[in-house]
Every structure is written in structure tokens, then in C-alpha cells.
């Protein structure tokens, strides 16, 4: 009888273990720029987006409902996963992700071009179209937005500049940046209110200086801050309000492969969606600096007004330091267009 029940439990230990051989645990590691320190919490959101990785390839095989009890997310991101797992299931392509993560000043983290295959409920497994996830956490590691990027685009779609603006499109564009410009020198909140879309997502840089205090050495950073709309027009119409005028300049940059992209782009995967890239020169009665601004733009076919989705800005100089645009944030590729 003993004999029978040991070779029980060995039977059933050899099925978990064939099982859970199939189940291949997703390992995320994730980078930060130079320069920048290393928030603790980074550990947790790794661990935590491998679980919710390798938890979608186990229910996206076993073509069953995800687990999501012992998933490290908030009700937010938690509710926004399973209404995408019910609309069409996915699963994560590699077992070994690498990324770069965006630590914002807050200590909230942000990590995008996380790889997705998104597999029809009557398709079989490895079947499927390309798609990316942008994942969020607060400063703990705890994952508060799980969403996919703004478009699907194949492996052959992955051109970071998009393709180049015919002449009249780029007038039209410019026209567009004109009112935009003259909207921020006039302080005209309502307009620049009206171009920004509800969902638009807005990156700042900041130079930070900081002194070591054994030699007094000074060290240099970027820090950026992500708002969304409602945040960025409340500190837009404080700044309004504490300076007496504001001039900004636009310079396009890009142009004759100069910095890279071109200054106006079109998105290979959405025609309606342009990228614009700018040297922005900000002066007023209280505060004046010197970066690069971009704007993805979407000019609907219809002929409705354009709206802006995305904006961010990162410094043109750094303690004396000469930067260049980063095209995570200053290309279509860097937002999977």
C-alpha cells in the first residue's frame, strides 16, 4: 500500500513538473539613464511585471482566464488588463525582456515597447499581430497602468523617423505651430487647452544639480516629470499668471540629417498621426531656457481639428554639456508610430 502511494505522488510530481516546465517564467530587466540613481522599488516593478508577463503566457496556452489574484496591480491597471485579455488574448514573445525604464520625479516609473503578440480566440498560439504594451508603477513597484501603445505596427514598421512630409503638408503643420506658439506668448489657456487631446500624455525634463558633500563636487542630471493633461494646463496657467510676458521661438531640427529625424515626419502605421520636432527657445520675465520640444499630432481625416497627444521637452544643455534629442521621446518610434 505505501508502495502504491509513493508511486502516487511521484506520478503527480511528474506532471507538475511537466507542467510548469511548459510555463517558462518571464524575466524583466530594466534600465535607467546614466546619471540617475537607482530607485529601490525597481527591483519590485521588474518582479512584478514578470509575474503579470508570465501569467498571461500561462492562461494565453492554456486558452483560460488570467489569475490575477496574486498580481502585484492596482484596481486601475488590473480592470484595464482583463477588459484587453477579454476583448482578444496576447502573450509575451520572449522569455528575457530588456527595457529602459523613465524614473519620473515623483518616483513613479514608466516602461514602454514591452513585446505582445495579440493571438484571435480562433487562432492557435504563435499566430498573431505585433503589438507593444506601455506598463506604469507608482514609486513602490506596484503596477497602476497596463495599456497598449497608441497604434499596432509590425517588426517591418519599426522606423523611428516615419516618412518624410510632403512640402504642403509641412505648411499646413507649420501653420498649426504657428497658432500653437502664438497661443503660449499670448497666454491663451483656452486654446492650448482646445489642441491638447484628453488623453495626452506630457514629459518635462529638468536639470538637476546636486554637490557631493566630501569635495563639493557638483553632478548634473535630467529629471523628468510625466502629467497628463489636467496637470500640465494647472501648471501651465500658474506660470501665466507669475510672468508678466513669455516669448517662444521654434526652430525645426532634423533638416538635412542634421540631429537625426527630419523635423516633420509621418507615421508609417496611422497616416493621420506627424511627429514635430523643435528647438525651443522659452524667455520670460521670470524664467528663460533653451531644449528640444515634440509633438505627435494627429490631423484627423475628416478634416476635424488637429490635436496634440503627446508633448515632451528635455534640455538642450546640462552643466555645460552640449545634449542631443533623445528619440525615446522625440521621434514617432519613441511612441510606436
Known amino acids: 500500500m ?66 490575477t489574484k496574486h498580481l502585484k496591480m492596482d484596481d486601475f491597471s488590473l480592470k484595464s488588463l482583463i477588459r484587453l485579455w477579454d476583448v482578444t488574448p496576447f502573450y509575451c514573445d520572449d522569455e528575457e525582456i530588456v527595457e529602459r525604464c523613465w524614473v519620473f520625479k515623483d518616483g513613479s516609473m514608466m516602461v514602454s515597447h514591452i513585446p505582445l503578440i495579440i493571438t484571435p480566440k480562433d487562432e492557435n ?21 497596463f495599456r497598449l501603445s497608441l497604434d499596432a505596427h509590425t517588426a517591418e514598421s519599426m522606423d523611428r523617423c516615419g516618412s518624410v512630409v510632403e512640402k504642403e503638408k509641412q505648411m499646413i503643420i507649420m501653420q498649426y505651430i504657428e497658432r500653437f506658439r502664438t497661443a503660449y506668448n499670448q497666454k491663451d489657456i483656452q486654446t492650448i487647452e482646445r489642441m491638447f487631446s484628453d488623453d495626452a500624455l506630457i514629459i518635462t525634463g529638468k536639470v538637476v544639480t546636486t554637490s557631493k558633500s566630501e569635495m563639493q563636487v ?96 528635455q534640455p538642450e544643455w546640462a552643466g555645460g554639456k552640449h545634449l542631443q534629442p533623445d528619440d525615446d521621446i522625440s521621434t514617432l518610434g519613441g511612441f510606436d508610430l
Open 2 to 67: 505505501k508502495s502504491k502511494i509513493i508511486c502516487v505522488i511521484f506520478a503527480l510530481f511528474g506532471i507538475i513538473t511537466t507542467v510548469s516546465a511548459e510555463y517558462s517564467p518571464v524575466t524583466v530587466t530594466l534600465t535607467i539613464d546614466e546619471g540617475v540613481a537607482r530607485p529601490a522599488a525597481i527591483a519590485n516593478a521588474e518582479k512584478n511585471l514578470g509575474a503579470v508577463l508570465t501569467e498571461i503566457n500561462r492562461a494565453q496556452e492554456a486558452k483560460t482566464i488570467l489569475t
Open 125 to 145: 498560439f504563435g499566430l498573431g499581430t505585433y503589438q507593444e504594451a506601455v506598463v506604469e508603477f507608482d514609486k513602490t513597484g506596484k503596477i497602476t497602468d
Open 218 to 313: 557638483k553632478d548634473t542630471k535630467v529629471e523628468y516629470t510625466k502629467q497628463n493633461k489636467q496637470q500640465y494646463i494647472k501648471n501651465l496657467k500658474r506660470a501665466f499668471l507669475v510672468n508678466k510676458w513669455i516669448d517662444i521661438k521654434f526652430n525645426m531640427i532634423g533638416e538635412n540629417g542634421a540631429g537625426g529625424c527630419a523635423g516633420i515626419t509621418r507615421s508609417k502605421v496611422d497616416p493621420t498621426k506627424y511627429g514635430v520636432r523643435l528647438q525651443q527657445s522659452w524667455k520670460s520675465s521670470n524664467y528663460s531656457d533653451e531644449g528640444y520640444l515634440f509633438l505627435l499630432w494627429e490631423f484627423p481625416e475628416n478634416g476635424g481639428e488637429p490635436v496634440i497627444h503627446v508633448r515632451t521637452w
